[in-house]
Each structure stands twice: as C-alpha cells, then as structure tokens.
C-alpha cells in the first residue's frame, strides 16, 4: 500500500504466493522476475507477456536497434518467450516473437509441423536453411522453384555439378549454359541454350565447335537464315541451303545452288525473284536463260538474255550472253537480229567462238532466200533455224501419240515434239479460228503471255503456231486428272483436299495476276491434280480468245456455270473475276455440286444471291462456307481483292 512494490513482491513470494508475487513484480516492471516465477506456477501465456516486456525495456533502452553483442542475450529472451507462448498453446504468438528476433529457424520448424508449408519455406529461406527450404517446397507441389533453391544453395558451396542438375530440373536452361561453358562442356551448354529457345547462341556454338548440321538448324530456327544457310552448305546439305538463302532473300546464291542439283523449277522460281537493282540481276537473268533452255522454253530463254544484256556495253566480260542471245535469236528464225548479235561480238572479238561462221552462213542463206522470193517459205525458215541445205523435207514437228481429250477449247492430244525429243500436251484450237484474224493475232499474243508463265502450279506453255493446217499450243504434258474427273467419280472432296487445291491454285494465281495475266475460265476441268500431289491450272489466255471467235451472245447462251457477273454481262473485267471463277469450283468441290446447276445460269450469276455452302454440307466448317461466299460476291469490292488475300483466309480454315 506504501508503493514499494518490490518489498511486497519478495513477501508474498516468501509467503509461498508466486502468483500474487509475479502480478506484483510485473507491475513493478521487474518482468524477468515476474515470468520465473509465472513459470513455476505453470502461467505460461503471463510468462510469455512479462518476457515480451522484457524484451520491449530491452529495445526502448537501444532506440530499437539490438547491438550486436547484446543479440545474443535479446534472442535467448525471445526464444525463452516463445517456449512460453508455446506451452500455453499460443502459436502465433511464438512464430511472431521468433520472427521478431530473427530466429527464422525455429519458427520455420514451428510453421513446417503445423503444415504451413509456404511459411515455412520463407523462413527457412531467411535462416539461410536452403535445403530445408526447398523441402518445403517439394511438398507444396513446386519443384521447380525447389530445385531453383537447391542449385543457389550448391553454387555458394561450390558444388557446380550438383548445380548444374537442379537447374535442369528447374528448366533454368541458360544458366545451367553458363555453368557447363564454365566447366568446359560448349556441347551441352549449346544444347541447355537450345532449350531455353536461345538459338542464335546456341548456333554460334556450334559454329565454334564445326558442327555445321547442329549450328545451321539452330540459326534456321533463330530466323537467321542467311547464317543457317552458309553453315547447311559446309554440311553438305545443299537443298536446305538453298531453301535458307531464298528465305533471306539472298536468291541468286538460292537459284544458283538449286541449279546444280537439278532442281530446275525451284532455281526458277528464285532466280526470278533477283532484283533489278541488285548487283547479281544480270547473272540471275543468264542462268535463267539457260535454264530455260534445258527446259525447252526458248522464247524465255531469250527474253532473259535480253534483260541480262539491257543496257549493258558489250565487252570480254559479257560475251558469252551476247553470243547466246544470238544462238537463241536464230533458233528461234529471227535472224537479222541473230546476224546484228554476230556482228557486234566479231568488233569485240573476232575470233569468238563460231560467231564468223554463223555470220557468213546466214549472210549466205539470206542471199539464197533473197534470189528466190522476197517472202521466205516454211522450208527456208526451218532450214536456218537448222542449219541446213535448203531443199531437205520438213520433219514433222509433232507426231501424235493419243487423244487425252476434247472439249469448248479445242481437242487435247498427247504427242511427242520430233525436235526436242519430249512428250507434250498438244492442243488443236477450233478450226473457225481462221475467220478470225484479229482473234488470231489476239491467240499468239496470250499464248506469248501464257509462255512466260513459269511456275510449279501452272502448266507451261510450250510453244504456238501453225502445223498441217491447224493452229496448236504444246504445253507442258501432266500426268493425272482434272478435278471434275474426281468430282464426277468421288462426289465431293474433303476439306483438307480442297484447302490444298484451292491454295495452289491461289499461289498460280497470286503469280499470273503479278504479271497481269487474267485466267478468265477457272473452272474444275481446268485444274489437273496430278500424280505426285500437285495442282495444276490449264489454258490462261484461251477463253478471252474463243470469247472474241464466237462472241458474247454465244458464249452467253451456252453454260457458263464458272463466269462471274462482270463477265457474264459482258462488261470490262480484272483479276477479280478469277477470285469469283475460284469461289464457284470451291464449292463444287465441298458440296459435289454447282451452286446454280439449274435454269439460266447466267441470270443467277447476275442477279441470283449465291447459296450459302453449309446450308447444303452440315459438317462443313463455318469459316469455309463463309469464305466461298466472300468470294462469289457479286460486286467485285466486297470479294477478296487478290489471291494472296484469299490463301491467307484459307490458311486459318481449320481442316478434319
């Protein structure tokens, strides 16, 4: 009562009353004391309180911050309190005093009995108890990030193959790359970089190593594909080189590398695509000539000579084009071109080659043509063409083999060309052609046009002209069938055949159109699908000449099933109609019929709406059906405006 409360507290412990003598000591802020004395009456939370108190004097006499030496004895307090907090079945109480003092471990172990196992992991983590730490990961579910642990852990102890594999099992690929490049294993950090989608470094170590195989797929991969190439070339694996090169548009090396391994078209096609303005354009353009002359197509042989040789002075280091831009001009009769060629190669050199014996014999034919008539026969033109003696007789140039087939376009037969020793599709046109001049000047100009088509889906235009009487194409000869053909036999084809054909087509198409060639008569009897799984489209260029022959009324009348509204009403038309012409084989091709099979087909093509193709074809993909029916629009404006459009769409169709 006279407030000394120490005396008091001492009293009443002497009196055998700990618990009266704790409270009182409590109160007189003697609180280690106080939580003796709790504890030997087993009042443990209030042991627990008095300590925290200890522990709060303890921090104000510090400002808070616990000094080192002092840490010790502030964490022997905190863990006695803990203990307290814990008998008297206090947890959180403890976890959070053990935090306080920083002893991670313990309460850790405290949060890994209760099965608080993220907690846990936290704490052991601060403890610096990897291992212990990771464990706890494990057990949650998360090996990765265990593993993660165990290689940090490893690493400061040195231990980099024990690293090394727990940072595979945590997929850490680039690290687990530096520390196998740091042990001296490049082969194994290029395949932990490869792993980590590194594929560039990945490449480059390869390199180093002269592993040209491993080191070219990974700079394929890294969109690398100029470095992808060099390395497939020193491995031997010339076509993928090829394909790397054309792919960074480096296309001379491309086409020149698809040439030697006799892939004719291939090396075409990237030749082709050689720009003017690149420093390999004329070299692109001579390769191409005398591809083109393996080939047979001479008329393009020619004409890219005349590009490679446009504009360019004749001297040593070009010779050899000029020369074979006048072997091509006189194979192909026009020899007062030839003979002007000859002459500017002998004021270079003039023991070029032949080029003075070829001069002089055709200076020589000439004055024997000139003696006969002003108008040189068929005989006298062979006859240079060949070299030979005029008077000889005229082979046949082509000898008919069987008839393939007929129809609006003429009749289709197989046949072998004499001169060039192959076998081609040659095609007889209507015999009316010959009442029509102008559609007949018009037929050699789209044929010219249709022979400078060069491409994997588009038969080739060999040659046109006049043979016993009647005007013929010779084109490339395609084994296989049309697809009306399998139409006729299968009824419909599944969406993936379609998809395939239909994309083929679009890439000839892409192709022609660039060139500003228009089909005009896409239609289903004129894609061939032949027998290594390739399209083909037929007679670009025909249909605007027979539509001069026989006239819009004609043609209006008959059964133009394929014609987009614009043709069919006769007005002017662009590559757009060919977008609809596809559009309409399409769905011939998904529900096994045409979408205007009955009455006028020409007024429903004009003013018909066209029929949607899953109302006919249930399983057919919506997004299939839609596209038909973009492309059959009868406003041009609202079609895919280019067949790259449409292969584009085609590709996100999603095929059974």
Not at 163 to 190: R, T, V
Not at 191 to 209: H, M, P, Y
Not at 267 to 284: F, G, M, N, R, T
Not at 440 to 445: A, D, G, S, W
Request: aromatic letters at 8%; charged letters at 30%.
């Amino acid at each position: 009562m006279q407030g000394d409360l120490k005396k008091s507290a001492e009293l009443f412990e002497q009196a055998g009353n700990k618990k009266r003598a704790a409270e009182i000591y409590f109160r007189a802020g003697l609180f280690r004391k106080a939580a003796q004395l709790y504890q030997e009456v087993s009042e443990f939370k209030s042991a627990g309180d008095a300590l925290v108190k200890a522990l709060e004097q303890m921090e104000a006499r510090v400002g808070g911050e616990i000094v080192p030496q002092e840490m010790s004895f502030y964490q022997a307090l905190a863990r006695e309190a803990a203990r307290d907090f814990s008998k008297a079945q206090n947890v959180e109480q403890a976890i959070a005093l053990w935090d306080r003092a920083k002893l991670f471990e313990e309460s850790g172990q405290t949060l890994l009995d209760l099965g608080r196992l993220k907690e846990a992991a936290e704490r052991f983590q601060n403890a610096g108890k990897i291992l212990k730490a990771a464990e706890c990961l494990e057990k949650m579910g998360e090996p990765g990030k265990a593993a993660e642990l165990r290689a940090k852990y490893y690493l400061e102890q040195g231990k980099k193959q024990e690293a090394i594999g727990e940072l595979e099992k945590a997929e850490n690929w680039e690290q687990a790359s530096a520390i196998y490049q740091e042990l001296g294993d490049p082969k194994k950090s290029a395949r932990s970089l490869e792993k980590a989608g590194k594929f560039r470094t990945a490449g480059e170590i390869w390199e180093q190593l002269e592993n040209w195989q491993e080191a070219g797929e990974d700079f394929e991969k890294a969109g690398e594909f100029s470095q992808a190439g060099r390395c497939y070339e020193r491995a031997s694996e010339l076509t993928r080189a090829s394909e790397m090169f054309e792919k960074a548009g480096e296309f001379f090396r491309a086409g020149s590398s698809y040439y030697q391994r006799g892939l004719l078209d291939r090396a075409i096609s990237a030749l082709q695509q050689v720009d003017k303005s690149k420093e390999d354009y004329q070299k692109a353009c001579s390769l191409l000539s005398k591809i083109f002359q393996e080939k047979g197509m001479l008329n393009l042989a020619r004409e890219s000579l005349r590009l490679a040789t446009d504009n360019q002075e004749l001297s040593r280091s070009n010779l050899e084009d000029f020369y074979q831009l006048a072997l091509l001009n006189e194979r192909l009769g026009d020899f007062e071109d030839a003979m002007g060629v000859y002459e500017k190669i002998l004021l270079v050199n003039l023991d070029y080659q032949d080029a003075r014996n070829r001069l002089d014999r055709l200076k020589q034919q000439r004055t024997i043509i000139d003696s006969r008539s002003s108008t040189p026969s068929m005989e006298d033109t062979q006859s240079l063409r060949e070299g030979e003696p005029l008077g000889m007789d005229k082979p046949v140039r082509y000898e008919i083999i069987e008839e393939i087939g007929r129809g609006g376009m003429g009749i289709v037969y197989q046949a072998r060309d004499t001169i060039l020793d192959r076998v081609v599709a040659y095609k007889v046109l209507p015999a009316n052609l010959k009442e029509h001049p102008t559609a007949l000047r018009n037929f050699f100009r789209e044929a010219k046009s249709a022979a400078r088509l060069n491409h994997p889906n588009i038969v080739t235009v060999y040659d046109a002209g006049e043979e016993a009487g009647n005007y013929y194409i010779a084109m490339e000869y395609v084994e296989g069938e049309t697809v009306k053909q399998i139409l006729t036999r299968e009824g419909k084809l599944p969406t993936k055949a379609v998809l395939l054909i239909a994309g083929q087509v679009c890439k000839a198409l892409e192709y022609a159109h660039e060139r500003k060639v228009v089909h005009r008569d896409i239609k289903s009897s004129n894609v061939m699908w032949t027998k290594d799984r390739q399209t083909k489209l037929m007679d670009f260029g025909l249909a605007k000449v027979l539509e001069e022959v026989k006239g819009y009324q004609t043609i209006a009348s008959g059964t133009p099933y394929y014609m987009s509204p614009e043709q069919a009403m006769g007005k002017e038309i662009d590559h757009r109609t060919d977008i609809y012409s596809l559009g309409v084989t399409m769905f011939e091709m998904v529900i096994g019929q045409l979408p205007f099979k009955t009455g006028d087909a020409v007024y429903h093509h004009i003013h018909t709406p066209p029929p949607e193709a899953k109302t006919l074809n249930d399983s057919l993909d919506g997004e299939l059906s839609n596209l038909i029916l973009k492309c059959m629009q009868k406003d041009p404006a609202y079609r895919f405006q280019n067949a790259k459009e449409l292969l584009e769409a085609l590709k996100k169709v999603k095929a059974e």
